[in-house]
């Protein structure tokens, strides 16, 4: 059987990646900003898995290293929902602009 | 074995039950804020006290987290410092509703430090930074009402999310090139071939996003202005100390063989670090931005001693942290004091500020002299002693551009000094009474920055436990 | 003797000055840690010449050399030849005058005293260290209580003068730090003995002279870097004024002096621009004073010139000229510091320093204004003062030097002898003498504590003016040392 | 050689009594201080008469030669192994005349001033500078070593300086002093350049050696200094120019004789010790002192000689204009310094050709006298008068005659009528000029009428013309001059402490003049034989005594024939009156040059572009910081966004360009 060669792969994770990055450099909302940052750290974790598959197969660092991800990931999810919700408290809004007060 | 993991994990081990005993005081019957506070400061102490005595070196998990005497000494540093951040904050959270959630929170960052710094592997290396920063984003929200504070945690969050994704893209691609995760094998296929090169700029711009080295440095003064002082000057002492130390480490350990590579990237960094630090710093008011911007050109002074690659390289930044500790913590002493009785977070608040308080005075313009590095204070020798390290490659442009830089910095500091004792004001900060254990905590970094520079067995037994490559 | 006791008198002085509660107590013990400073030196001088005399030919006496930093091989190695010990004694005598023009100082008593003792630690310290970090060290422990000295108690728009001064001198002594390293980096020591012996290579010290010496320079009022003199002069209180002119001016002097012996072939290729920049200051700086109303700012702007006197002499690099150098740099001390005191004593009572606002005040007060006299006198070089065995040994060093352009930058330089006393005798004829306006005419003399000072002061300007050849028999052994590198550098060429 | 180190006693008194007075005459000796300075005078001028009488009588002449006695030689400043400063004593002929003039003219005025600033205020300070002047004055002469002599020249000048400024609360006093002060000052640069060529190329500042080496032809250091030359003059010239430069300015040579009128404003002894008998010829002194190596270089002799006789002949044309009776004097005393410099210029070294420096010395000897009788008795009668200008004087002859006496004794022989002192001097300085200078005669002579001429103007003024009584009271009144002088009413001539001196000078002014000078001063030491050539000397006195009857007939009584011969000379008058404008030239020259295109540029520069760079740059930090400001634009995602940027900037340096 023909499989999937490992630079397809590589370039899914990239593209995933940049796509995250540009989600998080455009959008306004911050719940969606969020959301662009999981699609970065899930780029992570195909890039970990498909190394561990393709080049490694006999240990199985990739694999544990993208469920501590994962992992992680949630928790900190959870503590920017926390904090996006606290901010729409003394905001009234979790429009990224809107929290700009401290600059220069 | 089973023994020996108690003598390596004790600092953690104790770290740990601190944070059951909060729990257990948290559900357990209602107490007055007073005694809390003090047990805790008393626990703290303890915790200082049993890291201190008693060496320890080796590695378990097979190597996962290793240890030696250098990285507890490193431990022991930042369980002073959260001692007397601690000691400093006793005002703010004297009546403060969650204190046991704030120590709670603060404990877990550590405790997370601890691991990042002891870690003989990228993944515990991953696991110890987040640990330690997602606490941080909570309690930069502590002041729950305040717009700045919720604002300053969302960029917080935000960001170091960002940065913790650049950092894993970089691991991945390290672990890609080389198949591991332990630094003892990876230092053998580090190379400078480009996919490692782009993994370890990767893996570089997510510590320097941490120590806010330019242009990653974006998130601080916002992150400083809006959280409490208390988080804030744990963000500025202690994580900024615990990731310099793991950074240090790394590089000295892991990447080696490309040293010349990180060589430049670290003359780079340090060059507009303490550039751009020094001409934001000259033009704040609010104290805590002013601390920010300072601390970001410090940053860049330490890369200079990192980038020295030597022993004495690694020594000066144990030791420059070290007195950073003392002097930094005794403004944020200051400020806490100020922003918690007086509500005031601006220099020119500080007008006439001697005449009403000399006590507070002195210890700021000492504090501030230290970090300035101005003899007979310890930091006029942790600033020589880095910039001596860094010497020691023969890059004097750079040298003399620090030196210069230095001058700069002069200019901000002693602008502050010039509001507290020369400017007129009609109407100075009424007079502070300081409570006993903060000030207990100003009297001992006073007596740290007097006797860390001239004793030299201080630097001196540093010197002998540091590695350098 | 030991002569760490240099740093532990005043130490000692300043921390019961901390402890000490109200202005009476604050006086006396400043006033007795002082002179035990001065005991100290005298002793210290006594016991240095008995050595002498017993033929200790050392170069430095009382060396006591004890690991500081053990890993960057920084010792705290200290001891004193002629010079320094010369340079001792000035700082020993205007601590004292100092502390008794101050006697009546009521802001911030407490603080301010401290501080003059905490320079002046500084001062000693800088004096006896023989290893170039302690030097550093101590260099810049004289910094910072300028800073608050003048900030704190001056006058004018004393924010911007003490941070103008406190900039240029840590800029000054960041450039030293540079050439410290460099030193460092290729000697692998900061023992200036050390580092004489084994000498150091040419390359090194073309690349790294410039910055020590100039460094060192921006201390010294080293054209075009003497901006901070005449404001900060100008602002600081009286003592402060006597301390900067008459000491920590002297600490750049006395480090291009070492500086120049330490590298002697780097002080040898460019002693002509040292040179350039010497005569312009001595001239530019003479001329700047004519047309000063201000009293402080022209006796500022006459340091600048007199201090002018001591570069060139180090740039010519002879052995007389750097006697020379090293007796103005004492004569300049007490002289302006004299100057400084007089000055103050008459803003104290006529409150204006205006040259224009004065007049005739040798009828209210004789006393102060001889000390003026005197102090005038000797900065345009009368005989029988110290300024003017100085100069004339600075000149007749210069001249040694058969080229032409030397020739040409020692007659510039003695020419600025006229414009001195072209300003000196109109500030004189001004304040002095003249008609006296009315609300001046009540006024009253100098008190105890100032006629002593002042006092003091003359005494060590006619010792040195009266009897060269003491001072001479103090410093030429020493000079003789420095000039053995020297004339090794210079006869190499 | 037998011992003269008594003779250190004789500068070491005065010192002393300034010492004691300085320090505590305001308190303790507010009355008496002129008594202890004047005691402690008298004891060294008896020294130094009884050092005279030995060394010309007892041991000064070994065959026939009078010696250089080093009495005390003390190194007091050493530069390098040969060049020193030494403080010393020497005894040669010219050093004890010095010493005889000095003390006893100093020893006249201490006791004249005894009346005369009787009641001052600042008494015992006027006393202490009079003592303080003395003793740099006798330091100056005793000098071994030529930078000894420099320190003292500016000693004397500065105790100058006191003095004229004596009067300090009268701002023409202050700028008469600061004048003084300052023109010196000018000249003595001049003087300490020459000391450095002399020593630098001698190798040794010792005066004797220095003669010793520059004087013998073949000495390397005489090839040296002669082989060194500089905008074509040799270094010998160059060094001896510059040091009489500053013998120049110390005795009011053209042109840097400005300052000598104005310090008149002294009070009138002091103008009498300084401005006539010894500061001002301290010049001549120093030229003598180092003639023997002037005698080597003819060019700067030269120089001396024209210098000279053009300040005798202006000084001259000016004195006959002059109003004031002290500026009177005082230009009379430039004439006669400059007799004496062009004596020493046309003299040559030794033997009969040593004439002019004999007859300088003798007319430096006899002038003293005279002239300090002159001045005390004007002071005399501005003491009794209150006033300097002539026109409230006249007719005092009757009021004050022993003053008459001595002042028309003095006015005598300053004419040089025989047989007054001066009639012998000006005989051996003519005498000089006529052998050696046909010119410089010419000159001399017309001088010498003009001298008398201006002399009887003064007397006749002062003691005829108008009739007394009514001028002494209108005058009485106004005391613009000798401010404090209290005691204002109409006594006499004053106290005997002011006649008696009058009488001693009267007496030397006839009686020195037969000393046998030249047996015991010249140019080489050893006896010169002269004589007074009745026939060579009927030119000039009757030359004098025309124009002494001139002046009579001009000024004995009020008439109009002055003021006739003022509108013949018309312009000249007027420019001669102005003192030929030199005094503006020089105002020019400082108000108008180098303050406004000098002293202030620099001043300017200094505050704004020096200064202004320094501020340059730190304004220019501050507006970096103020454009950068907006990096931190508080936005989240830009953080973001830079964060990349640095990823991406960093890969690209360290993978592509530093590979």
């Given at each position: 059987m023909n499989e999937v060669p490992l630079t397809h792969i590589l370039f899914l994770s990239t593209a995933l990646f940049f796509i995250g990055m540009y989600g998080l450099f455009t959008r306004r909302n911050l719940i969606t900003m969020l959301m662009s940052i999981e699609l970065m750290l899930n780029s992570v974790n195909i890039n970990f898995v498909a190394f561990n598959k393709y080049l490694f197969p006999d240990k199985l660092d990739g694999l544990f290293f993208s469920l501590f991800i994962i992992t992680i990931a949630a928790a900190e999810a959870a503590v920017a929902i926390a904090i996006i919700i606290n901010l729409y408290r003394s905001h009234q809004s979790i429009d990224v602009d809107d929290a700009t007060e401290m600059k220069f | 074995m089973s023994s020996s993991i108690f003598i390596l994990l004790r600092q953690e081990l104790l770290l740990s039950l601190l944070i059951f005993i909060l729990l257990f005081i948290k559900i357990g019957k209602e107490r007055s804020n007073e005694s809390i506070l003090n047990l805790i400061n008393i626990l703290l102490v303890v915790n200082l006290a049993a890291g201190i005595f008693g060496m320890s070196e080796g590695g378990i998990f097979n190597g996962m987290f290793t240890t030696n005497a250098f990285i507890v000494l490193e431990k022991n540093i930042l369980n002073l410092a959260m001692l007397l951040i601690s000691m400093q904050s006793y005002a703010w959270l004297k009546n403060h509703k969650q204190l046991a959630e704030f120590y709670l929170l603060l404990f877990t960052s550590l405790l997370g430090m601890f691991f990042m710094i002891s870690s003989g592997n990228l993944l515990m290396f991953y696991l110890g930074l987040e640990m330690s920063t997602i606490p941080l984003a909570a309690s930069a929200n502590f002041d729950l009402a305040k717009r700045k504070s919720s604002e300053a945690a969302m960029k917080l969050i935000l960001s170091s999310a960002f940065s913790s994704g650049i950092l894993l893209m970089g691991i991945s691609f390290l672990y890609g090139t080389t198949g591991t995760l332990s630094f003892d094998v990876l230092t053998a296929y580090i190379s400078n071939n480009p996919m490692q090169l782009f993994a370890f700029i990767l893996l570089v711009s997510g510590f320097a996003f941490k120590i806010s080295a330019v242009p990653f440095h974006l998130w601080t003064a916002d992150v400083y202005e809006g959280s409490p002082v208390a988080v804030t000057a744990f963000l500025s002492v202690v994580s900024k100390a615990a990731v310099l130390f793991t950074f240090t480490s790394i590089l000295y350990k892991v990447f080696t063989p490309i040293a010349t590579v990180w060589y430049g990237v670290l003359v780079v960094l340090s060059i507009t670090t303490i550039l751009i630090g020094n001409l934001f710093a000259l033009r704040q008011d609010n104290f805590k931005r002013f601390l920010a911007f300072s601390s970001i050109a410090q940053v860049g002074f330490i890369l200079i001693g990192i980038s020295g690659s030597s022993q004495a390289g690694s020594a000066s930044l144990v030791y420059f942290v070290l007195i950073y500790v003392f002097s930094n913590l005794a403004a944020f002493g200051v400020v806490s004091v100020v922003s918690a009785l007086a509500g005031k977070e601006n220099i020119s608040d500080f007008k006439g500020f001697y005449k009403t308080n000399p006590f507070l005075s002195w210890v700021l313009t000492i504090a501030l002299f230290s970090l300035a590095g101005v003899p007979p204070t310890a930091g006029f020798f942790g600033k020589l002693f880095l910039m001596m390290a860094g010497a020691a490659k023969d890059n004097y442009g750079l040298i003399i551009f620090a030196a210069l830089n230095m001058v700069v910095s002069f200019y901000y500091y002693l602008k502050v000094v010039k509001a507290m004792f020369m400017d007129e004001n009609e109407a100075p900060i009424q007079k502070l009474n300081v409570p006993g254990i903060t000030k207990l905590a100003m009297y001992i970094c006073m007596a740290g920055i007097i006797i860390t520079g001239l004793a030299s067995l201080v630097y001196d037994y540093i010197y002998s436990l540091s590695i350098g490559i | 003797m030991n002569l760490s006791l240099l740093i532990i008198l005043p130490l000692l002085t300043a921390l019961l000055i901390l402890l000490s509660k109200q202005l009476a107590q604050i006086r006396v013990i400043g006033l007795a840690g002082s002179l035990a400073q001065l005991g100290a030196a005298a002793w210290l001088l006594k016991s240095y010449m008995d050595q002498r005399a017993a033929g200790n030919t050392a170069t430095y006496l009382f060396e006591t050399n004890t690991v500081w930093f053990k890993a960057l091989n920084i010792n705290y190695h200290i001891g004193i030849d002629g010079i320094a010990l010369a340079m001792i004694l000035l700082t020993a005598l205007i601590v004292v005058a100092g502390i008794l023009v101050s006697w009546t100082m009521e802001k911030l008593s407490k603080e301010y005293f401290f501080l003059l003792v905490l320079l002046s630690m500084g001062a000693y310290g800088f004096f006896i260290s023989l290893d170039l970090f302690t030097l550093f060290f101590f260099l810049e422990v004289a910094v910072i209580p300028k800073f608050l000295l003048i900030g704190i108690w001056g006058s004018g728009k004393k924010e911007n003068s003490a941070m103008k001064l406190a900039l240029m001198l840590m800029a000054g002594s960041a450039l030293v730090f540079v050439g410290l390293m460099g030193i460092y980096y290729n000697t692998h020591t900061f023992d200036m003995v050390e580092i004489g012996k084994m000498g150091i290579s040419l390359g090194v010290q073309k690349f790294f002279f410039p910055f020590l010496f100039l460094g060192f320079g921006i201390f010294a009022a080293l054209f075009p870097f003497h901006t901070w003199v005449p404001d900060g002069h100008a602002s600081a209180p009286t003592a402060a004024s006597m301390f900067l002119a008459g000491i920590s001016m002297k600490l750049g002097g006395y480090g291009c002096l070492r500086m120049a012996a330490l590298m002697p072939d780097a002080a040898h290729s460019y002693s002509w621009i040292i040179i350039l920049l010497a005569t312009i200051a001595i001239i530019y700086g003479a001329f700047a004073t004519m047309m000063q109303t201000d009293l402080k700012y022209i006796n500022a702007y006459s340091s600048i010139s007199h201090c002018g006197f001591v570069i060139l002499g180090i740039g010519m690099l002879n052995k007389t000229s750097i006697n020379g150098a090293v007796i103005q740099m004492v004569s300049h001390g007490l002289m302006t510091a004299l100057f400084f005191a007089a000055i103050g004593m008459i803003y104290s009572r006529t409150h204006t320093r205006m040259v224009a606002q004065l007049g005739g005040l040798l009828k209210v007060m004789p006393f102060i204004s001889t000390v003026f006299v005197i102090a005038g006198l000797c900065s345009l070089g009368l005989p029988g003062f110290s300024g003017f065995v100085a100069e004339m040994t600075v000149f007749m060093g210069s001249w040694q030097n058969p080229d032409g352009v030397y020739r040409l930058a020692t007659v510039i330089s003695a020419a600025s002898i006229v414009v001195t006393a072209v300003y000196i005798l109109r500030a004189t004829g001004k304040t002095i003498m003249g008609p006296i306006s009315n609300e001046h005419a009540l006024l009253s003399d100098a008190n105890w504590n100032e006629k002593l000072a002042a006092g003091l002061l003359i005494i060590g300007i006619l010792i040195i003016g009266l009897a060269p050849f003491l001072i001479n028999q103090l410093i030429m052994p020493s000079t003789d040392f420095l000039m053995i590198n020297i004339d090794k550098a210079i006869t190499l060429k | 050689m037998s011992n003269y180190l008594y003779i250190l006693w004789i500068p070491l008194l005065p010192l002393a009594s300034f010492v004691i007075l300085g320090l505590f005459g305001r308190k303790y000796f507010a009355k008496t201080a002129g008594i202890i300075s004047t005691a402690s005078l008298l004891t060294s001028t008896i020294l130094s008469f009884v050092a005279a009488k030995q060394y010309f009588f007892v041991d000064g002449k070994v065959n026939g030669i009078y010696q250089k006695i080093i009495a005390l030689k003390y190194t007091?400043?050493?530069?390098s192994p040969n060049v020193s400063i030494d403080m010393g004593l020497i005894v040669d002929p010219i050093s004890v005349m010095m010493l005889i003039v000095v003390t006893s003219v100093s020893l006249m005025v201490h006791v004249f001033s005894l009346g005369y600033m009787k009641g001052e205020e600042r008494f015992a300070t006027y006393y202490a500078f009079l003592s303080l002047f003395t003793f740099s004055m006798l330091g100056l002469i005793l000098s071994v070593n030529i930078f000894q002599v420099y320190m003292f020249w500016e000693l004397v000048g500065a105790s100058s300086f006191l003095l004229i400024g004596y009067y300090f609360n009268k701002p023409s006093a202050v700028a008469a002093s600061k004048k003084a002060f300052i023109v010196t000052r000018f000249a003595d640069l001049g003087f300490l350049i020459g000391i450095m060529i002399m020593g630098f190329y001698g190798g040794t500042l010792d005066i004797g050696l220095l003669i010793q080496k520059l004087t013998s032809v073949q000495s390397p250091e005489f090839l040296s200094i002669t082989s060194a030359s500089f905008l074509g003059a040799s270094m010998l010239t160059w060094g001896l120019t510059l040091i009489f430069m500053g013998g120049a300015g110390k005795s009011a040579m053209f042109p840097l004789h400005i300052w000598l009128p104005d310090?008149?404003?002294?009070?009138t002894p002091v103008s009498a010790l300084i401005h006539a008998a010894t500061m001002v010829v301290a010049g001549v002194y120093l030229v003598a002192r180092l003639f023997p190596i002037f005698s080597m270089d003819e060019a700067s002799l030269t120089i001396v000689t024209y210098v000279g006789a053009f300040s005798a002949l202006l000084a001259a044309i000016i004195a006959c204009t002059q109003t004031d009776i002290k500026r009177v004097l005082a230009y009379s005393t430039m004439s006669q310094i400059g007799y004496m410099m062009f004596a020493l210029g046309i003299s040559k070294n030794g033997g009969e050709s040593g004439l002019g420096f004999m007859a300088s010395m003798f007319h430096l000897f006899t002038h003293a006298f005279f002239k300090s009788l002159l001045f005390l008795g004007a002071g005399a009668v501005i003491h009794m008068v209150h006033s300097n200008e002539m026109k409230d004087m006249g007719g005092l002859r009757k009021l004050m005659p022993i003053t008459h006496i001595a002042f028309l004794i003095a006015c005598l022989a300053i004419a040089g009528?025989?047989?007054?002192?001066g009639f012998f001097s000006k005989e051996e300085i003519l005498t000089a000029a006529f052998h050696e200078n046909k010119l410089i005669f010419g000159v001399a002579l017309f001088t010498a009428a003009l001298t008398s001429f201006y002399m009887f103007r003064l007397y006749f003024n002062i003691f005829w013309s108008k009739d007394a009584a009514a001028k002494a009271h209108s005058a009485s009144h106004d005391h613009a001059h000798n401010a404090g002088n209290n005691d204002a009413h109409d006594h006499g001539e004053g106290s005997w402490t002011m006649k008696l001196p009058l009488i001693i000078l009267a007496a030397c002014a006839v009686g020195v003049g037969f000393i046998p000078f030249s047996q015991f001063i010249t140019s080489d030491g050893a006896a010169l034989e002269t004589h007074i050539d009745m026939v060579f000397s009927i030119a000039p006195v009757s030359l004098s005594i025309i124009a002494i009857l001139l002046s009579a007939s001009f000024y004995k009584n009020q008439n109009a024939k002055s003021d006739k011969a003022v509108a013949f000379f018309g312009g000249f008058y007027r420019a001669a009156y102005k003192k030929f404008y030199v005094d503006e030239l020089y105002l020019f020259i400082t108000k108008k040059i180098v303050f406004p295109l000098i002293g202030q540029p620099i001043a300017w520069a200094d505050k704004n572009i020096v200064d202004g760079f320094i501020l340059l740059i730190a304004n220019t930090t501050a507006k970096i910081s103020a454009a950068i400001k907006t990096l931190q634009s508080g936005k989240v995602q830009n953080y973001a966004l830079f964060f990349f940027g640095g990823v991406i900037a960093l890969s690209v340096l360290f993978i592509y360009i530093w590979k």
């Open positions: - | - | - | 007091w400043l050493q530069f310090a008149m404003e002294g009070p009528i025989p047989p007054f002192a």
